[in-house]
């Protein structure tokens, strides 16, 4: 018997799941409304109180449509499954999932996917609605063939972070109690990835080297696809380098699992 009706019930379940928690949905977009709030009067100061109309390659517009857009996506990949799988192997609850003929990467993921297809529905449509309006009151002229790049990176994106948490999660084969160490990655790898702002503000060094890591094209690149700073080649050279990415990342995973499997004592569960 194929095991993947298996996975496809586990992905059914997940969205079950969040349709389940439709109030702390609200409440996680109302949550995503105050930083940006944040960001908007302090970049509306800091172009307001220069001459210069460009900041790091963007305009007042583009920084504003950026700082929505990247909330945005970062609300849609952040996955917090890192604390979810450390949870299952510093309580045992790991040896459950042991003995069950699915990989426990397969469950995880494809629940993941079935928590985030609701969401992610319902924050697109938020996200076209934002980027009419800003793109017609600023003058961003967006290409419809964007959008549909732009859903694309996005998938990429999803899978990219979860494999990055996954990854991350393993350290607790090391460490037994290590929630504020996911709290202190968890806020790095969003800053990295330009969740907060643009990685140009970092200046030139910095962006070079994190053309070398992953982290960028889990927010960065598809907030930049979508208002329009990417060319078409660029667009398709940041598609093949998240596929590339996500290869990387499920070997690097899969290693790291497998030495940090034989430091696992399974108690409790």
């Not at 604390?83 to 042991?98: C, E, P, Q, T």
């Not at 109690?177 to 800053?191: A, D, K, P, Q």
Request: no cysteine; charged share 10%.
């Amino acid at each position: 018997m194929s095991i993947y009706p298996k996975y496809i019930r586990v992905f059914k379940l997940g969205v079950q799941a969040s349709m389940e928690y439709r109030l702390d949905f609200a409440f996680s977009l109302i949550s995503a409304f105050f930083p940006i709030m944040i960001q908007y009067y302090i970049w509306t100061a800091v172009y307001g109180r220069s001459g210069s109309g460009q900041f790091f390659g963007y305009t007042y517009g583009e920084m504003i449509l950026y700082t929505i857009v990247a909330a945005i996506v970062t609300k849609i990949v952040t996955t917090n499954m890192d604390h979810v799988i450390a949870s299952d192997i510093k309580d045992g609850a790991l040896n459950k999932f042991l003995v069950q003929p699915a990989s426990y990467f397969g469950l995880k993921l494809f629940t993941l996917l079935g928590q985030k297809l609701f969401f992610f529905t319902v924050m697109l449509v938020v996200l076209f609605l934002v980027i009419f309006y800003f793109g017609g009151r600023y003058g961003i002229h967006i290409p419809l063939v964007n959008l549909v790049y732009f859903v694309a990176a996005m998938a990429l994106s999803l899978i990219l972070n979860f494999l990055i948490s996954y990854t991350i999660a393993a350290i607790a084969f090391w460490l037994s109690e290590i929630s504020y160490f996911f709290e202190m990655t968890g806020l790095l790898v969003i800053i990295l990835s330009g969740g907060v702002f643009p990685i140009e503000v970092f200046g030139k060094a910095v962006s070079s080297l994190l053309n070398y890591l992953p982290f960028k094209y889990t927010i960065y690149f598809p907030s930049n696809v979508i208002n329009g700073k990417l060319m078409m080649s660029e667009i398709t050279e940041g598609l093949l380098m998240q596929i590339f990415w996500i290869g990387v990342m499920f070997l690097v995973s899969k290693l790291v699992w497998r030495i940090g499997f034989k430091k696992y004592l399974g108690l409790g569960g």
